[in-house]
């Protein structure tokens, strides 16, 4: 069973920048579907961004679109999302998670079946 293993979370201030990646065990597939999710305290797990492993098609949410990227190497199994003008509104525990051959990547945390043990990002103002 594939293991996802998150790092790169921290503390930054509103207005600055933040890269989390998250190395999976094994190899990805052309229909992986690697996604990023967050929770917040209090609130429903929600996703953030996706990417399809085989050709990089990508899916964001509305509250990132613009600030986030998502991307994968192939080579080191890794997918990362760099964070862009950060808010405090972004503060929450983010997890990456996998779903081998979804028809199309999405931000349903249904949709996932293997999940990391998430990273912290805290903004502060």
């Known amino acids: 069973q594939v293991q996802l293993v998150e790092s790169g979370g921290g503390s930054v201030q509103a207005g600055e920048s933040l890269r989390v990646s998250c190395t999976a065990s094994?190899?990805?597939?052309?229909?992986?579907?690697l996604g990023w999710f967050r929770q917040a305290p209090g609130k429903e797990r929600e996703g953030v961004a996706a990417?399809?492993?085989?050709?990089?098609?990508?899916v964001y949410d509305t509250s990132v679109k613009g600030r986030f990227t998502i991307s994968r190497d192939q080579t080191a199994r890794t997918v990362f999302l760099q964070m862009d003008s950060l808010t405090t509104n972004d503060t929450a525990m983010y997890y990456c998670?996998?779903?081998?051959?979804?028809?199309?990547?999405?931000?349903?945390?249904?949709?996932?079946?293997?999940w990391g043990q998430g990273t912290q990002v805290t903004v502060s103002s």
């Open positions: 990417i399809r492993s085989g050709d990089s098609m990508t």
């Open positions: 998670a996998t779903r081998r051959g979804l028809y199309a990547c999405s931000l349903s945390q249904i949709d996932y079946n293997r």
């Open positions: 094994e190899p990805f597939m052309y229909r992986d579907c």
